[in-house]
């Protein structure tokens, strides 16, 4: 079993667009309408917003490969680049997906391990994310790799208004 870690760049912009819709359909569409995921798809996933986020110093994205087959992705961010007010001390994880048939194979341990990895790199104290409040397989995960519930803040999917969880993990 051969896995891989690759930073992306923007070179990597229309995979990374395509793993990054399929990736979303799969994980929310049976509990959400079409039009609310394509709103969401749309805004979240064009190509000039891919662009603008690879190109931020204090985002990044990387792709996991298990025998040279893409298997998943992740996107961490720091300082102005989270998605919430954490502070200088924090790296969000915002993005952590892997494809169906990815799944169940530590794929997303590995992910998390490399956000990890960079936050204490980069010397951060805490590493956080928000998951939606009905994606109870994520939020078992997350706990399970010693990720607390904080807070919780909504947002819009479409013009439906849902909850993420803010899970936090104290790095020492």
């Not at 359909?25 to 609310?36: G, L, R």
């Amino acid at each position: 079993m051969t896995v891989k870690i690759k930073k992306c760049s923007l070179e990597d912009l229309q995979i990374l667009q395509q793993i990054s819709i399929e990736t979303f359909i799969d994980t929310f569409k049976d509990q959400n309408s079409p039009e609310n995921m394509k709103a969401c798809l749309e805004r979240s996933f064009n190509s000039r917003k891919l662009e603008r986020e690879l190109s931020n110093i204090s985002s990044a994205f990387f792709f996991i490969y298990f025998n040279e087959l893409l298997a998943g992705y992740l996107k961490v961010n720091i300082n102005d680049a989270q998605s919430e007010q954490m502070g200088d001390e924090s790296l969000e994880i915002e993005r952590i997906y892997i494809r169906n048939k990815f799944q169940g194979k530590g794929f997303g341990k590995y992910l998390l391990n490399k956000a990890v990895e960079i936050a204490t790199i980069q010397n951060k104290k805490m590493i956080w994310l928000g998951v939606w409040e009905l994606n109870t397989n994520a939020i078992a995960f997350y706990k399970n790799m010693g990720f607390v519930q904080t807070g919780a803040h909504s947002f819009y999917l479409g013009d439906e208004e849902q909850i993420d969880f803010i899970m936090t993990k104290t790095l020492i």
